[in-house]
T-cell receptor, first 114, second 116 residues
Framework: AQTIHQWPVAEIKAVGSPLSLGCTIK??????LYWYWQATGGTLQQLFY??????VESVVQLNLSASRPKDDQFILSTEKLLLSHSGFYLC?????????????FGEGSKLTVL | AQKVTQTQTSISVMEKTTVTMDCVYE???????LFWYKQTASGEIVFLIR??????ENATEGHYSLNFQKPKSSIGLIITATQIEDSAVYFC?????????????FGAGTKLSVKP
């Protein structure tokens, strides 16, 4: 069975500090991977997606970047946090080519920027 | 461009009743996929049910079913015999096309409260 794990569960960071959020998928080779952002009480906004190692496509940047260093790992980061970065970050995976887009989500990482 | 609209911000129902949540979508593609997801209070998001645009039959999954009205670009979620544990935020989502890697676009969500 496939599992997806995000880390950290929650972070409280200062404006201007760096950030790194991670996501690992086990039990599925070559998944499509996605980062979503959710403001409190809001909808899910897609940020990035990746179909293979080393390739990441940006949908909405929000002064963030993403990388896929391994087949099963997806990293979201920034060198300087803004107040607007606060929210809930969700990593998700879907099957590769020919998929319907059905997503399986991680537990999420709650970010508070002060 | 694709768009997903959920106009009901929140719904409150009594336990063991049936509830319907609305969702309308816009797309130029003839092939698309529609989803409903549930987000619990902990933030966990789980997939509930999917409707493929080319299928005429409404999808069902346990006590979830869909009311797919293609001419109206509408995909309603029906929950029968609601339980307290169904209290959550429900998101409608759509993914256009086949064989691409675009992720689904989500609606604003509907908060469901089930009361005893």
């Amino acid at each position: 069975a496939q599992t997806i794990h995000q880390w950290p569960v929650a972070e409280i960071k200062a404006v201007g500090s760096p950030l790194s959020l991670g996501c690992t998928i086990k039990g599925k080779s070559s998944p499509n991977l996605y980062w979503y952002w959710q403001a409190t009480g809001g909808t899910l906004q897609q940020l990035f997606y990746s179909i293979t190692v080393g390739q990441v496509e940006s949908v909405v940047q929000l002064n963030l970047s993403a990388s896929r260093p391994k087949d099963d790992q997806f990293i979201l980061s920034t060198e300087k946090l803004l107040l607007s970065h606060s929210g809930f970050y969700l990593c998700a995976w879907s099957r590769d080519w020919g998929n319907t887009g059905q997503l399986y989500f991680g537990e999420g990482s709650k970010l508070t920027v002060l | 461009a694709q768009k997903v609209t959920q106009t009901q911000t929140s719904i409150s129902v009594m336990e063991k009743t049936t509830v319907t949540m609305d969702c309308v979508y816009e797309t130029r593609d003839s092939s698309y996929f529609l989803f409903w997801y549930k987000q619990t209070a902990s933030g966990e998001i789980v997939f509930l049910i999917r409707q493929d645009s080319y299928k005429k039959e409404n999808a069902t999954e346990g006590h979830y079913s869909l009311n797919f009205q293609k001419p109206k670009s509408s995909i309603g979620l029906i929950i029968t015999a609601t339980q307290i544990e169904d209290s959550a935020v429900y998101f409608c989502a759509m993914r256009e096309g086949r064989n691409n890697n675009n992720a689904p676009r989500f609606g604003a969500g509907t908060k469901l409260s089930v009361k005893p």
